[in-house]
Nanobody
Framework: QVHLAESGGGLGQAGDSLRLSCVRS????????MGWFRQAPGKAREFVTS????????IYADSVKGRFTISRDVDGDTMHLQMNNLKPEDTAVYFC?????????????????????WGQGIQVTVSS
């Protein structure tokens, strides 16, 4: 079993920066990638970014490219999402996710169905 726990987030204004963290525990060797998704009120959960466990390859949604950065600590068990130049449309519940599915090639780990372990979610609210 793998468990994910998010921290950080909270309130910010447009242009501010916030940082989210996610700690992975349990059978961590079973995960091949970790990522962040978000869900705004009344909307579907959407992909934000992901990073592979092997090699550290990253993917970003177009809406956050150049503003958000995903990273992980050396031990690979803590993942961070640095969010800069926040916009009101970034307001959502952010979910940390992990994938136990092996995906090879480019463009992996940017789809909801590829992630099977989820954190509880953490609120990020950006005012204009």
């Amino acid at each position: 079993q793998v468990h994910l726990a998010e921290s950080g987030g909270g309130l910010g204004q447009a242009g501010d920066s916030l940082r989210l963290s996610c700690v992975r525990s349990g059978r961590t060797s079973s995960t091949h990638a970790m990522g962040w998704f978000r869900q705004a009120p009344g909307k579907a959960r959407e992909f934000v970014t992901s990073i592979t466990s092997s090699g550290g390859s990253t993917i970003y949604a177009d809406s956050v490219k150049g503003r958000f950065t995903i990273s992980r600590d050396v031990d690979g068990d803590t993942m961070h999402l640095q969010m800069n130049n926040l916009k009101p449309e970034d307001t959502a519940v952010y979910f940390c996710a992990a994938s136990t599915q092996l995906c090879l090639g480019s463009g992996c780990y940017d789809q909801l169905f590829q992630f099977d372990i989820w954190g509880q979610g953490i609120q990020v609210t950006v005012s204009s």
